[in-house]
């Protein structure tokens, strides 16, 4: 995929000026909804149009911004925006977009945008890797608040603690994503950040792993000086991220001050051992107690009401990030112990018949495989695991590998891709459960809702987990009492 154009912010600064009108097209998508909120809180007017009213969009119109919907060019010649901010999802023939242009309007690509927004704050913890990236976000944002460094947080997830995917803090430190879709995460501006793990992932737009791993080399490249940058130590990919690096750019790294988390048993280049180290993981009815070592430091031992190692790691990378910026690793022992996950990353939404009802975003083979290992050491009769590949080419590219993570599985589901920007639909779910069958396994295919909705209707019960993981297939959880 072409690497999106370097974005000129400075020529776009007074765009953040309070009164300025910005429009916003697709205003309903989780990441839109939440900016708009974002420039709203800065004393920007702010309106938007999507191609339905959903529930983000009708949320946003309650707090005082207009939200047309269609799109329609005469909602720009209304406003008169002095910039019009969209998403990569919309097609150039927009006819908002076309209005725009042609009254000499600048549009603003949505990464871009956000880019602007953090550009604001003097302290920016940017969150980057193939899997965790809501979690570790909504994590900083729990030890940040609970610290009173006051963060302004912007996710790609709803949380609990203020019932948004965004929190309006101060003007010191701003908590965000940082995505690699579409090579968003090159327009962002860091003092903090983090690159989780790396993993095949996107393959529309990075076919091969080596694709994945230059766009995030690209990513440490665009790091400024003097810059925070933690890494796992045990993620098998991170030594050719920072290969690619120095090919990229020579002594990039020697200006970046690197810090690392992981395992006692890591190997790092030129280091002994980890900044931050993870010992003595165990497991109290599913849910993690594991002990952290920092520099030499024992930090003593940390509780989690969310499941699973990956989510050790997790806490363990959000830890070393709110560290940098501030904060107590001691104070953020109750932080932890009070998270219990961003909306869809294992929520459990409830119990139907006594069976447990848990949410969950895994749309990688990775974080799907790594889901079902932490939900089974929740005691349980029987797992129900559901998974919804996202994207046809997603589903197609990194087949083996969900077939790997599933066929081991006694009874897994696969339901039907969920797929609302792609147009070649080739593949099928039913691909993949064929060939979980045809290794020996017993998998299950479900062609619509409403089929796997009233199986687990019929066979769950007392004691069972049912594990719905992907987009759409999580409105059965939401309807699971």
């Known amino acids: 995929m072409k690497i999106k154009e370097a974005f000129d912010f400075s020529k776009f600064q007074h765009l953040m000026e ?20 974002l420039s709203k809180a800065r004393g920007q007017l702010v309106a938007g149009s999507d191609l ?17 919907s269609p799109h329609l060019a005469q909602n720009i010649d209304q ?10 999802a919309i097609p150039q023939d927009n006819p908002e977009l076309v209005r725009a242009r042609e009254l000499g309007i600048p549009t603003i690509e949505r990464s871009d945008w956000l880019g602007l927004i953090n550009r604001r704050y003097p302290e920016v913890i940017n969150v980057a890797g193939t899997n965790g990236k809501s979690s570790v976000t909504a994590m900083c944002a729990y030890i940040c608040m609970d610290q009173g460094l006051d963060p302004t947080v912007h996710l790609g997830a709803e949380l609990d603690r203020f019932h948004s995917t965004i929190h309006i803090g101060g003007k010191e430190l701003m908590l965000s994503e940082a995505c690699e879709f579409n090579y ?51 993620d098998p990919y991170i030594p050719a991220l920072l290969a690619e690096v120095r090919r990229l750019k020579a ?76 904060a107590d690793f001691t104070a953020a022992k109750g932080s932890v112990k009070e998270f219990r996950g961003a909306e869809g990353r294992f929520t459990i939404c409830g119990r139907y018949r006594g069976a447990l009802v848990v949410n969950d975003y895994a749309h990688h083979p990775d974080s799907v495989k790594k889901t079902i290992e932490a939900t089974k050491e929740i005691p349980h009769r029987r797992l129900f695991a559901c998974f919804q ?3 046809f080419s997603r589903a197609k590219g990194l087949a083996e590998g969900f077939v790997e993570a599933m066929k081991d599985e006694a009874h897994p589901i696969l339901m039907e891709i969920f797929d609302d920007r792609e147009k070649n639909r080739s593949f099928s779910s039913k691909d993949i459960a064929d060939r979980i069958n045809d290794l020996g396994g017993s998998a299950l295919y479900m062609p619509t809702l409403d089929a796997l909705e009233a199986y687990l209707r019929k066979e769950a019960g007392q004691d069972d987990i049912i594990l719905l993981m992907g987009q759409n297939i999580r409105d059965i959880g939401d309807r699971s009492s």
């Open 251 to 326: 002594g990039q790294l020697e200006k970046l001050d690197l810090y690392y988390f992981g395992y006692p048993e890591d190997k790092i280049e030129d280091r002994e051992k980890a900044d931050l180290l993870i010992t003595d993981i165990q497991y109290k009815a599913g849910l993690p107690v594991f002990c952290l070592h920092y520099r030499g430091e024992d930090l003593g031992s940390f509780e989690l009401r969310v499941p699973g190692k990956f989510n050790v790691e997790n806490a363990a990378a959000a830890l070393l990030l709110c560290r940098l910026a501030g």
């Open 79 to 88: 406003f008169r925006p002095d910039a019009l901010v969209y998403t990569a």
């Open 52 to 68: 339905t009213l959903a529930s983000r969009s009708k949320a946003l119109r309650e707090k005082g911004i207009p939200v047309h």
């Open 184 to 234: 968003s995460f090159l327009s962002f501006h860091s003092t903090i950040t983090t690159v989780l793990n790396l993993g095949h992932d996107h393959v529309d737009l990075f076919p091969e792993m080596s694709d994945v791993i230059r766009a995030f080399a690209l990513y440490v490249v665009g790091l400024e000086a003097g810059t925070k940058l933690v890494l796992p130590s045990f």
């Open 389 to 391: 590949p996202i994207t």
């Open 18 to 37: 309070e009164g300025k009108k910005i429009f916003f097209v697709g205003i309903g998508g989780i990441s839109m909804s939440g900016l708009a909120e």
